[in-house]
């Protein structure tokens, strides 16, 4: 596959992103040039442990960083539109309509004190045009069970209430879309009512309301309990199959990639280190430390002594490691990981890896 | 998230001194509220030794209602005495005053509300609806029933507002207790046979009094400024006692004519209290980890 | 509600003390046209010579009745005299709280969207004066400058005491309605008296409200800088909203949560600062009765004072918990 029918299908480019975070002890150096593409209607993972960079890839992309980080270098390009010039008002409708982001903690992220039938509606409202045409296709079917009491069809009221009727509608179809039982109900009930599972639903209702292109999921399943996981898990297949938009998929579990992603990229300290097809990753990982997250997956039919894990610990990112950001747990490094970083290299079969020990035609 | 690291090579006691130290160097107003009460503390202990406190009770009618000058500085008042001096030696009463009520307080306060917290059961119950009263009735309306009770005069007055003070400090340390007795070391020390009360005086008081401090620093503005209202209203001090709420009251009098009189202690009253609320909401924000960021 | 009442109890413990213990308990219920030879049946009446219990349920049920007591220093029973002037503190301090929320909640929330710019420094110096100001000099004060100067200046002044404007009254006379006379000269149409009641009003209640001003300022300041660090604020972003909907939509409301209970606890300054303020703008309310009645050792209408302050202090925290619960749908009673 050439580079250039490979940008042709990209609906997301990240292209070479470095950002900082000011601190009070320093600059902690969080992205470190990270590139990568999401092709239209595939579903990428982006893998990696905590604080390696993956929660804030997903923020810089919906431009919702904290005060006080800043994005010193590179592009992000959604169908060829850079997110990263755009005025505030102008990312905000990327984010009304066009990417949508669903969070980690369903109970941290709901707002206690709207019902959720005020916090999806709200999404819907964003969209006048939309609700327009709704209106208008619907207003058959309202007229159809007129009979019953109705009266919103016949009288032309404020438009206002007309577009409230209309998005309460659609919260209903998109809450039976997340596979919620009584959509009716649970639009009038505040998140405190509701379980953890059913608020993440809620929560996903609010993204999949937006119709995105792009639907960003940031460790969705990592605050639910085993059984809820597995649940959302099947939903989000479901919702796959539907769905024509990507998914950008962050999550730390090796599994829920193997399950729902197309490609997966694997990131360490800020840098994307290796990127490919899902099977050709999970069958031939090479960068040592993507190596190392596969062996420290549990397998039922692998008998071990023990988990393995991947000694040391991440890097401290205001003082990172010099050359190769790996190379200080790294068991293959040798003298030049030290002293230069590697660039992502293709080696074939739309798998990327950025180590030494590939490069100059060693693979 | 890793934003919020600090250097590991720092040991944590140390970085978290030079971070406190840093934040309290950096807010430059709560410096300067520290050397204001400092100062203030300092004019209240040895004002009656650079004025004579003579000044308080001579009299010269011909030199009356003097508007400030080069001679009296803040102008003189219907006695003819030098508003200046006069003040000076006030701050002495209402400073004295406040340390005194809120050093009551504090003591009555901490020892219901550790015992409170860390016996529990009916006695706690019982404090904390008693607090519950306390709260129930407006701080100063209180001051003034207990002070009308008990009849005029400055030690009824200092006694009417210690009863009105200590509930607050008894939930506060109360809350903290609760929290504290959770502690290994509480049970280690009773499984070692110690008494009660000796853990609660020696190690559980100890190791929660200092939110209890912080807040009565910032309590001391609220008392000066109740001590010197029910002054005003004629409580406390007699007329020629030289007291900043009582100056006020006679300056009222002479309102238009001579304005430095309501002016100048209104002002000394104000600056004091604004010293004590800067330094205290300085040590309180240092000391609140949620309040840095 | 179990709380209210047992509140109330104690509060009359506090009062029954005070009165019946520490002072002279016939003093409460002497008339200045008592004779001796009455004074027994007094005595018997409110059962002054028997144990504590049957004192302290005698003198609660005398409450309930209206029986508070009889003030030397009004020639009236306590309770006539405080009905009397409770319109007045009611108005004055009702005014003091309007004004302080509306100008405290947006300013508030202005210091914390502008955190560490100079919106917030501007609150942060209000806020500390507020609090280290003493409420009757204060009033002083606004009334050297706004009566007194302006006046010299011949700038239009503001009147520094009283009401309302009595030889105008004769002219324009007020019908008493409701007793707040911002109402009651709006419902009878009298503007030229709804004025001057308005114009009477300024300095009073701006010095009794100013003490509060800082504090409502601050709280709705941290609690908005406190709920703009939550995550359901990136979500709601994250949605597309704009910064105003996220801000007065989502924001605003839990904001407020610890803003009202401030609130609440900003009526008891207010209650407080209502005897030094009624007594410094010559204001006729109950501060300013009570403040009287020290002079006089009227200390019947003192503890009816007491009261009633209590009594307003725990009903303004009935009105808290209700918008509470209203606020915060996690709260049910």
Not at chain 1, 188 to 199: I, N, V
Not at chain 2, 28 to 37: C, Y
Not at chain 2, 128 to 140: A, H, K, N, Y
Not at chain 2, 250 to 276: C, D, E, K
Request: charged fraction near 15%.
């Amino acid at each position: 596959m050439s580079s250039a029918t490979e940008k042709n299908d990209a609906l997301l480019q990240v292209n070479n992103v470095r950002l900082d975070f000011h601190t009070y002890a320093g600059e902690v150096k969080a992205l470190d040039g990270v590139t990568f593409l999401v092709k239209k209607g595939e579903a990428l993972g982006l893998v990696g442990e905590s604080g390696c960079g993956k929660s804030v890839t997903a923020l810089t992309i919906v431009g919702l960083l904290p005060e006080n980080a800043s994005v010193t270098e590179g592009e992000i390009l959604l169908a060829g539109e850079n997110l990263l010039a755009m005025t505030h008002d102008q990312i905000r409708k990327v984010r009304a309509n066009k990417i949508a982001m669903v969070f980690q903690d369903p109970t941290t992220f709901l707002n206690p004190v709207l019902t959720i039938g005020e916090q999806l509606e709200e999404v819907f409202l964003l969209n006048s045009e939309r609700l327009a045409n709704v209106a208008a296709e619907r207003k058959i079917e309202v007229e159809a069970g007129k009979e019953e009491q109705d009266t919103s069809g016949a009288a032309p009221k404020l438009a206002r209430s007309r577009q409230k009727k209309v998005a309460k509608a659609l919260s209903i179809d998109v809450l039976s879309q997340v596979r919620l039982a009584d959509p009716e109900r649970t639009l009038k009930q505040y998140p405190h009512e509701l379980s953890g599972g059913m608020r993440q639903r809620c929560m996903i209702a609010m993204a999949l309301a937006r119709n995105p292109v792009l639907f960003i999921a940031d460790e969705i399943t990592t605050a639910l309990d085993v059984t809820i996981q597995a649940q959302i898990l099947e939903l989000l297949r479901e919702l796959k199959r539907q769905l024509s938009g990507s998914t950008l998929l962050i999550t730390h579990d090796l599994g829920v990639v193997a399950e729902l992603c197309d490609r997966v990229a694997v990131m360490y300290a800020g840098n994307i280190i290796e990127l490919a097809d899902v099977k050709e990753l999970f069958a031939n990982p090479l960068h040592p430390y993507t190596q190392g997250l596969m062996r420290a997956i549990p397998m039922i039919d692998r008998r071990m002594e023990r988990l393995e894990t991947i000694p040391g610990s991440v890097p401290d990112l205001i003082y990172p490691p010099s050359g190769c950001r790996f190379h200080p747990r790294c068991p293959f490094a040798f003298e030049k990981c030290k002293l230069e970083k590697p660039e992502l290299l293709h080696v074939g079969k739309g798998h990327t890896v950025a180590c030494h020990l590939y490069g100059e035609g060693k693979a | 998230m890793m934003a919020l690291q600090r250097p590991s090579s720092w040991s944590p006691a140390i970085a978290e001194l030079k971070f406190a130290l840093h934040l309290l160097l950096q807010n430059k107003v709560v410096l300067v509220g520290t050397v204001i009460s400092v100062g203030v503390l300092i004019t209240a202990a040895i004002g009656p030794i650079i004025i004579s406190p003579e000044v308080a009770t001579s009299i010269y009618l011909p030199g009356r209602l003097d508007p400030p000058s080069s001679a009296h500085w803040l102008g003189t008042d219907d006695y003819g005495r030098d508003l200046l001096q006069i003040i000076i030696l006030s701050t002495r009463l209402d400073i004295s005053a406040a340390l005194i009520i809120v050093g009551a307080d504090l003591l009555i306060g901490v020892l219901l509300g550790a015992f409170s917290g860390f016996v529990g059961g009916k006695f706690d119950e019982v404090m904390m609806r008693i607090t519950d009263i306390f709260f129930s009735i407006p701080g100063l309306v209180l001051a003034l029933a207990v002070a009308a009770a008990l009849g005029r005069g400055l030690n009824n007055l200092i006694v009417a507002i210690i009863i009105v003070g200590w509930p607050g400090y008894t939930r506060i340390l109360r809350g903290l207790v609760l929290a504290e007795k959770e502690r290994l070391y509480v049970d280690a020390l009773r499984s070692l046979g110690i008494g009660r009360f000796r853990i609660i005086l020696r190690h559980v008081i100890p190791n929660t009094i200092y939110p209890v401090l912080v807040q009565s620093t910032l309590d001391l503005g609220g008392i000066i400024l109740t001590f010197a209202g029910l002054s005003f209203l004629g409580f406390g001090a007699t007329a020629l006692t030289p007291e900043l709420g009582r100056l006020i009251t006679t300056g009222q009098s002479y309102i238009f004519q001579a304005p430095w009189l309501v002016a100048f202690p209104g002002l000394a009253i104000l600056i004091i209290s604004l010293a004590f609320n800067l330094m205290g909401d300085g040590i309180r924000d240092v000391l609140d980890p949620r309040l840095r960021r | 509600m179990f709380l209210l009442v047992f509140v109330l109890i104690g509060v009359t413990m506090i009062t029954f003390f005070l009165s019946q213990v520490l002072l002279d308990p016939l003093a409460l219920y002497m008339t200045e046209r008592t004779r001796e030879d009455a004074i027994p049946a007094i005595i018997a009446y409110y059962h002054l010579n028997d144990p504590w219990p049957i004192r302290y349920v005698t003198y609660v049920w005398n409450l309930l009745q209206g029986d508070w007591g009889y003030s030397r220093s009004l020639s009236q029973p306590v309770l006539v005299g405080m009905a009397a002037r409770f319109p007045a503190t009611m108005e004055l301090a009702t005014i003091a709280i309007i004004w302080t929320l509306v100008a405290g909640i947006p300013f508030g929330i202005i210091s914390a969207l502008k955190n560490n710019k100079l919106p917030d420094h501007v609150s942060r110096l209000v806020a500390l004066t507020g609090v280290s100001t003493p409420v009757f000099w204060l009033g002083l004060i606004l009334q050297l400058v706004f009566f007194y100067y302006f006046y010299l200046l011949g700038l239009p002044h503001l009147p520094s005491s009283g009401r309302y404007d009595t030889t105008l009254e004769i002219k324009n006379p007020v019908q008493q309605i409701t007793g707040f006379m911002v109402l009651d000269t709006l419902l009878t149409g009298n503007l030229v008296m709804f004025q001057d009641v308005l114009a009477h009003l300024v300095l009073p209640s701006f010095a009794l409200g100013f003490i509060s001003l800082g504090v409502i300022m601050r709280i709705m300041r941290s609690s908005m800088l406190e709920v703009l660090r939550q995550d359901y604020i990136i979500l709601a972003r994250s949605k597309g909203l704009s910064e105003r909907v996220v801000i007065y939509r989502h924001a605003l409301k839990n904001a407020m949560i610890p803003t009202v209970t401030i609130a609440g606890l900003a009526v008891a300054g207010l209650l407080g600062g209502a005897p030094l303020t009624e007594t410094v703008f010559a204001w006729p309310g109950m501060g300013r009765l009570a403040v009287n009645a020290i002079g006089r050792n009227d200390a019947p209408l003192i503890m009816g004072f007491t009261l009633i302050a209590a009594l307003i202090l725990v009903s303004a925290n009935l009105i808290v918990d209700i918008l509470y619960a209203y606020l915060d749908p996690r709260i049910k009673y």
